[in-house]
């Protein structure tokens, strides 16, 4: 689905408005040369757009670091500051040396297609810091690849996961505990918040990943919780100091897929072939760190929903078919949840390294620079009039195809390839919760109707109020 939702990007490498590709410092380059960045610039970049991702979580989200965002608006601070970057140093790569690494920021949709297009060579998603954080619970994991490993992994999960089918063989199951999940969620009594929310959403997933039995199986993802948290801080905690905890957690989850529970992904897993060196176990860590996710994004389209009535009537009417309890495709309930990752990335980088000297325009950027592709950057850098309001339609009539460089699920030969499961299971669990009650935000936190939406939104502080519909 990524690769029919991928868009073209700017032809002429500059913003509206900025002729010549950013004033005199800018026009003076070919739009793709690099341009190194100066002291105090790199400093400004590492305060306001690195250190905010690193507080708010990159593996896993923290609930201070994320309070702290929000309050703060962290990602538009960044956004307007590498625009003013852009017009005083031009489109081409923003090339700045952070902690003794070579970094690399694209500032135009031509080079972060690019960079995406070209993975894994010379632009591999292995890069070093990737590999110190996953590495804690994925070790065998295929975003930590290379090489031959890399093609038999990432081929068997798009084999596993059905990557490009709207409708995966086991969408009958997994719509049927979505709609079981979420009809318990809405008969609870206490507060519909997300904590709450979060408790379905990780039983879903257990259920969808592991089989019924796996259901309160709250240790397993406990214990790859604090895992992933140790990849939060992957630079200052060695892997052996989680060796003894990444063995246990594994031992476990191998025993689960051991059971192979019908109707479940445990079970497309075990009839699926694997070549000897894929580790078919080894990739589930993975499934199950997107899927948290994927909980995220569920969570603020139902809060962009239950604030835009005119969207949400659109769900509405996608809803007024005769069974949803079979499985379908939904397309605007499913917009509505891309259009939450466009405007509230998962995953606000996309890392890569290179893996030799690479030209840009007329200059060079050196072997191991690490690459990052600042998504609410080029989701949300004001150059499309839809940047900050919430609208599903351009998924849907060929707009997102027109504009900057939009990537919620990635890009190239590198995009997730569960993206059609995760909007298969998210959308169905958003049509669930609606088809029967009307959800509203209850409190202070979330967007609000009117307003040019925020450029962080702590899911955190989300608390809803669910009524039965007459």
């Given amino acids: 689905m990524a690769g029919t939702h991928r868009v073209a990007g700017r032809s002429d490498g500059a913003h509206p408005g900025e002729p010549g590709a950013g004033g005199e410092e800018g026009a003076a380059r070919r739009p793709s040369t690099p341009a190194r960045a100066s002291a105090r610039d790199t400093a400004r970049v590492a305060v306001r757009v690195t250190l905010p991702a690193l507080a708010g979580g990159v593996v896993v989200r923290r609930r201070r670091g994320m309070a702290l965002a929000a309050r703060l608006d962290a990602d538009r601070h960044a956004v307007e500051l590498l625009n003013e970057l852009r017009r005083r140093y031009g489109p081409g790569p923003l090339h700045l040396r952070l902690a003794g690494r070579d970094v690399a920021l694209p500032l135009s949709a031509e080079d972060a297609r690019r960079v995406l297009d070209e993975t894994p060579e010379p632009f591999t998603p292995a890069a070093r810091e990737k590999r110190a954080a996953l590495g804690h619970f994925q070790p065998n994991g295929v975003l930590i690849s290379t090489g031959q490993d890399r093609e038999e992994r990432r081929?068997?999960?798009?084999?596993?996961?059905?990557?490009?089918?709207?409708?995966?063989?086991?969408?009958?199951?997994?719509?049927?505990?979505?709609?079981?999940?979420?009809?318990?969620?809405?008969?609870?009594?206490?507060?519909?918040?997300?904590?709450?929310?979060?408790?379905?959403?990780?039983?879903?997933?257990?259920?969808?990943?592991?089989?019924?039995?796996?259901?309160?199986?709250?240790?397993?993802?406990?214990?790859?919780?604090?895992?992933?948290s140790f990849g939060n801080w992957a630079s200052v905690v060695p892997h052996r100091v989680t060796a003894a905890s990444r063995e246990r957690f594994l031992r476990d989850l191998r025993a689960r897929l051991d059971r192979a529970e019908p109707g479940s992904l445990a079970e497309a897993l075990g009839r699926t072939p694997a070549k000897p060196g894929v580790d078919p176990a080894g990739q589930v860590p993975h499934w199950l760190f997107a899927f948290d996710a994927a909980g995220i994004a569920a969570v603020r389209t139902l809060a962009l929903l239950a604030t835009h009535p005119a969207q949400e009537q659109q769900v509405r009417n996608e809803l007024a078919i005769p069974d949803l309890a079979r499985p379908q495709v939904l397309p605007y309930t499913r917009a509505s949840v891309m259009e939450s990752v466009r405007l509230w990335p998962t995953t606000p980088f996309l890392l890569r390294e290179s893996t030799r000297e690479t030209r840009w325009g007329e200059g060079t950027l050196p072997e191991g620079t690490a690459i990052l592709l600042y998504t609410p950057y080029f989701h949300r850098d004001g150059s499309a009039p839809y940047?900050?309001?919430?609208?599903?339609?351009?998924?849907?009539?060929?707009?997102?195809?027109?504009?900057?460089?939009?990537v919620p699920f990635s890009a190239g030969p590198g995009v997730c390839p569960g993206e059609d499961l995760v909007l298969l299971v998210t959308s169905t669990l958003v049509a669930a919760l609606l088809e029967r009650h009307d959800i509203r935000l209850h409190g202070p936190g979330g967007p609000r109707s009117g307003r040019s939406l925020p450029y962080t939104l702590d899911h955190f502080a989300l608390r809803f109020w669910a009524a039965a519909r007459p």
């Fill in 155 to 228: 081929a068997f999960n798009e084999d596993v996961l059905e990557t490009g089918r709207d409708l995966h063989h086991l969408a009958p199951r997994f719509v049927h505990t979505v709609r079981e999940e979420a009809a318990e969620l809405l008969g609870s009594t206490g507060p519909l918040d997300w904590d709450a929310f979060d408790t379905a959403w990780w039983r879903i997933v257990r259920r969808v990943v592991l089989g019924d039995a796996a259901r309160d199986d709250t240790t397993l993802t406990d214990r790859l919780a604090r895992l992933r």
């Fill in 387 to 406: 940047a900050d309001r919430f609208v599903p339609e351009i998924w849907l009539d060929g707009t997102a195809h027109t504009g900057p460089e939009l």
